[in-house]
């Protein structure tokens, strides 16, 4: 275990902004194409199993270095997950796809990120079942997305990424979307990229409580994660331990290379604090109106307080993405807590 260090770095390149505003525009193209076949929804994650309520139990007593804006003492919040598929189609649940379970945090004090949006009440995070991604930076990202939507790109993308690059992206995505997957309730969640932890920069972590066993406790015909979702969450409460690692040196965890895994060994995760999601029945008539309007919400790690700024490139990158993307489609606006489902 190495020592948590405050020297972390980006690297930002002149003419990056540029860049990430026309690789935004290409998502926003295939988010477009794919309206053509229903109504506008997400570039990404388009695939919503479920939008539930939840809780957020922050803990006293943590290190300095962890104790950084909500998590800096005991409280609880409202908030929001919505369950989602990563694919850009909506298709059945057995088919391999990394999976994603969105946070929004309801209640949080401070100055938000986004322009016009700085007195929002809502901190969002975002986390897929991996821990790492496969791709260096947003071009590696996008161009590979251009790939799955039309496999004719395949050789100019191996013409601007190289083949061996390209080859090496393909295995480790594979590899992220391998196994069936019989459960939303029982993989533990990664944010993958690392954001500002006040001082420091991390990462964070979703771990099930106690662990679930992933044998399926209901089906709904071509969304069996979300009956199965659903059968647990009639049965009672569903949790999972929030916890966060630290940046500790540049090579084992670098702040701009999305493809590098920060290694538990040299920086453990550290509890902070706890999910829950309350027993609920989903598919009554509360639970489907809650659902809806999840779906309609924007989640985004840039809906954070200034000392949880979203970094490195493919972070960067989400910054101009997401804008498009929630204007396109017309996202709800923030939570505040007043909402009623009654």
């Known amino acids: 275990m190495l020592q948590p260090r405050t020297d972390w770095a980006e690297t930002i390149p002149e003419g990056e902004e540029d860049a990430l505003i026309r690789l935004a525009e290409v998502l926003r193209a295939i988010q477009a194409k794919q309206a053509k076949q229903g109504p506008m929804g997400r570039a990404l994650h388009l695939k919503g199993h479920a939008g539930v309520r939840a809780e957020v139990r922050t803990r006293d007593g943590l290190p300095p270095a962890y104790a950084v804006g909500i998590f800096a003492r005991a409280d609880s919040y409202p908030a929001y997950v919505r369950f989602s598929s990563a694919s850009a189609r909506n298709q059945h649940d057995k ?13 949080v004090p401070g100055t938000k990120l986004i322009p016009g949006m700085e007195n929002a009440k809502t901190q969002d995070l ?14 590696e990202f996008v161009r590979s997305l251009q790939v799955v939507d039309n496999p004719l790109m395949l050789i100019p993308t ?10 090496t992206i393909i295995k480790q995505g594979l590899r992220s979307m ?10 533990r969640f990664f944010s993958a990229l690392p954001m500002r932890w006040g001082d420091h920069a991390g990462r964070v972590a979703l771990t099930p409580v106690p662990p679930i066993d992933e044998h399926p406790r209901g089906d709904d015909g071509q969304h069996p994660l979300r009956g199965d979702l659903a059968a647990r969450l009639r049965a009672g409460p569903v949790a999972y331990t ?26 453990p995760y550290v509890a902070i604090a706890d999910v829950v999601l309350p027993q609920q029945d989903i598919t009554d008539d509360r639970g489907q109106r809650v659902s809806a309007y999840v779906e309609r ?3 985004d790690p840039w809906h954070a307080p200034v000392e949880f700024r979203p970094l490195g490139n493919l972070m960067r990158a989400r910054s101009h993405a997401y804008r498009l993307s929630v204007t396109a489609r ?3 606006p ?9």
């Open 95 to 107: 088919l391999g796809d990394v999976r994603g379970f969105a946070l929004k945090i309801v209640g």
């Open 126 to 139: 975002l986390m897929i079942k991996t821990s790492v991604t496969p791709f260096r930076d947003a071009n």
């Open 158 to 167: 191996m013409a601007r990424l190289g083949v061996g690059r390209v080859v």
């Open 178 to 187: 391998k196994g069936p997957m019989t459960s939303l309730a029982s993989p």
């Open 242 to 267: 929030l916890s966060v690692q630290l940046y500790v040196d540049p090579e084992r965890t670098p702040i701009e290379d999305g493809s590098v895994d920060w290694s538990e060994t040299d920086s």
């Open 297 to 299: 919400l924007s989640f």
């Open 330 to 332: 017309e996202a709800a």
């Open 334 to 342: 923030e939570p505040d807590g007043s909402e009623t489902f009654a």
